[in-house]
C-alpha cells in the first residue's frame, strides 16, 4: 500500500522545545516537500528537497530545520527560534524531472505549542 | 506576495447547483495548474490539473476553464452534492523552478442538501 505516512497525527509542546515531525514516503519518489497550512493562508512552502542530501529553503523556512539522508525520509525540526510554531504541518512528494509533475500529500501533523 | 489569487474564500451552493472557483496569477513563467481537495484533517489530494495547451479539462463533474491571455483559471463543480463539500486549493508551478508549487488560500466549499 504505497503512500506518505506523517507520525504522531496530534504533537503537543512546550515553548521553548525543539519537536521533530516524521515524514516517510513508499512511492520512489525523489522529491519531498514540506508545508505549513495556518487557516485562511493556504499553504507555504517551508522546505524542499529534488535529492537525497541536498534541501532547498522555502517562503517561511525561519526556525525550521531539515535533513534527507535517506530517499524515503524527510524529517522536520521546529525549533525554538520559530515565533509562531501552532499549524498543521503537511508534508509531500513527487517524481522529478524537467515537467511538473503531481505533488502527493501525507496526512499532516497538527502542532500545538503552549 | 501572494502569487496565485483565490476567491471567493468560502461559498455556499444548493444540492444539484454549480460551484465555481476562481484563481489568477502574474508569472506567465506557470505551465502547471492543478486543483486540490482537502477534507477537514487530511492532506490534500489532487482532484484535476491542466496545462497551457488546452482551455478547457473535463473530469466526470469537475472542470477547468483556462484563460491564458487572461491568467486566470477556475473550477466548475456541477451537479454539486454534499459530499463536494471541502476547502478546494488552487495551484501553479512552472517546470523552470523544480516543481515548486504556489498554492491559492483555498475556498471552503458547504453544498446544503
Known amino acids: 500500500d504505497g503512500g506518505i505516512t506523517q507520525s504522531p497525527k496530534y504533537l503537543f509542546r512546550k515553548e521553548g522545545q525543539n519537536v521533530t515531525l516524521s515524514c516517510e514516503q513508499n512511492?520512489?519518489?525523489?522529491?519531498m516537500y514540506w508545508y505549513r497550512q495556518d487557516p485562511g493562508q493556504g499553504l507555504r512552502l517551508i522546505y524542499y528537497?529534488?535529492?537525497?542530501?541536498?534541501?532547498q529553503k522555502g517562503d517561511i523556512a525561519e526556525g525550521y530545520s531539515v535533513s534527507r539522508e535517506k530517499k524515503e525520509s524527510f524529517p522536520l525540526t521546529v525549533t525554538s527560534a520559530q515565533k509562531n510554531p501552532t499549524a498543521f504541518y503537511l508534508c509531500?512528494?513527487?517524481?522529478?524531472?524537467?515537467?511538473?509533475?503531481?505533488?502527493?500529500f501525507g496526512p499532516g501533523t497538527r502542532l500545538t505549542v503552549t | 506576495q501572494q502569487q496565485v489569487k483565490q476567491s471567493p474564500q468560502s461559498l455556499i451552493v444548493q444540492k444539484g447547483g454549480i460551484s465555481i472557483i476562481n484563481c489568477a496569477y502574474e508569472?506567465?513563467?506557470?505551465?502547471?495548474f492543478p486543483w486540490y481537495q482537502q477534507f477537514p484533517g487530511k492532506g490534500p489530494a489532487l482532484l484535476i490539473a491542466?496545462?497551457?495547451?488546452?482551455s478547457e479539462k473535463k473530469e466526470g463533474r469537475f472542470t477547468i476553464s483556462f484563460n491564458k491571455s487572461a491568467k486566470q483559471f477556475s473550477l466548475h463543480i456541477m451537479d454539486s452534492q454534499p459530499g463536494d463539500s471541502a476547502t478546494y486549493f488552487c495551484?501553479?508551478?512552472?517546470?523552470?523552478?523544480?516543481?515548486?508549487?504556489?498554492f491559492g488560500t483555498g475556498t471552503s466549499l458547504t453544498v446544503i442538501p
Open positions: 509531500a512528494s513527487s517524481l522529478r524531472g524537467l515537467k511538473n509533475y503531481e505533488q502527493y
Open positions: 512511492l520512489n519518489h525523489d522529491a
Open positions: 528537497s529534488q535529492i537525497v542530501n541536498d534541501f
Open positions: 508569472n506567465t513563467a506557470f505551465d502547471y
Open positions: 491542466i496545462r497551457p495547451d488546452v
Open positions: 495551484a501553479a508551478s512552472s517546470s523552470n523552478t523544480g516543481n515548486q508549487f504556489y
